[in-house]
T-cell receptor, first 116, second 116 residues
Framework: AQTVTQSQPEMSVQEAETVTLSCTYD???????LFWYKQPPSRQMILVIR??????QNATENRFSVNFQKAAKSFSLKISDSQLGDAAMYFC?????????????FGTGTRLQVTL | GAVVSQHPSWVICKSGTSVKIECRSL??????MFWYRQFPKQSLMLMAT?????????EQGVEKDKFLINHASLTLSTLTVTSAHPEDSSFYIC????????????FGPGTRLTVL
């Protein structure tokens, strides 16, 4: 079974600064998907970014980018120019390729605080 | 992205009663729907996976007879908490997946259940 580990329960960043959230995972599969989800106080899960394991290029979405190290099974999220609205819980998640095993495995989450 | 709704957004019930939570994919057909449970300050725990027209697959440790899941159509899944007790109080989140159109899960806004 796959496992996802987020070793930082809480992180803090000043507005306009950059912060990196860590995530490692364990799998024996060679093809899979990795995700970062944001859960603000409203508790609505929001997809931040997605990475397909077969792609060597790191995914980017505006101020959000990942550092995907397949051999090391590491998938960190970098948030640049942090904004107050970035304050939330961030969950790293793993998913097997499409099909019957399309369920997500979540990490324990990192609570991000953004300070002025 | 696609929209998933949940109803009700919150519910308070007496111990021993049953509560039904609906999950709808509003603008796409979901081949698979997932039900999660989230305790305060914790991650999402997958309870069950349901495919349209077939029985749900429950995760280990989840009581099938307590958490009844029905996925009668490609746009609707329901979770019924039967004979609810205070320990069933939690935040329940559904997600919908369509590998044909989006290849990602879309989450509902969640339902807060409080059992008195």
């Amino acid at each position: 079974a796959q496992t996802v580990t987020q070793s930082q329960p809480e992180m803090s960043v000043q507005e306009a600064e950059t912060v990196t959230l860590s995530c490692t995972y364990d799998t024996s599969e060679s093809d899979y998907y990795l995700f970062w989800y944001k859960q603000p106080p409203s508790r609505q899960m929001i997809l931040v970014i997605r990475q397909e394991a077969y792609k060597q290029q790191n995914a980017t979405e505006n101020r959000f980018s990942v550092n995907f190290q397949k051999a090391a099974k590491s998938f960190s999220l970098k948030i640049s120019d942090s904004q107050l609205g970035d304050a939330a819980m961030y969950f790293c998640a793993y998913r097997s390729p499409s099909g019957t095993a399309s369920k997500l495995t979540f990490g324990t989450g990192t609570r991000l605080q953004v300070t002025l | 992205g696609a929209v998933v709704s949940q109803h009700p957004s919150w519910v308070i019930c007496k111990s021993g009663t049953s509560v039904k939570i609906e999950c709808r994919s509003l603008d796409f057909q979901a081949t698979t729907m997932f039900w999660y449970r989230q305790f305060p300050k914790q991650s999402l725990m997958l309870m069950a996976t349901s495919n349209e027209g077939s029985k749900a697959t429950y995760e280990q440790g989840v009581e099938k007879d307590k958490f009844l899941i029905n996925h009668a159509s490609l746009t609707l899944s329901t979770l019924t908490v039967t004979s609810a007790h205070p320990e069933d109080s939690s935040f329940y989140i559904c997600s919908a997946f369509s590998g044909r159109t989006h290849n990602e899960q879309f989450f509902g806004p969640g339902t807060r259940l409080t059992v008195l």
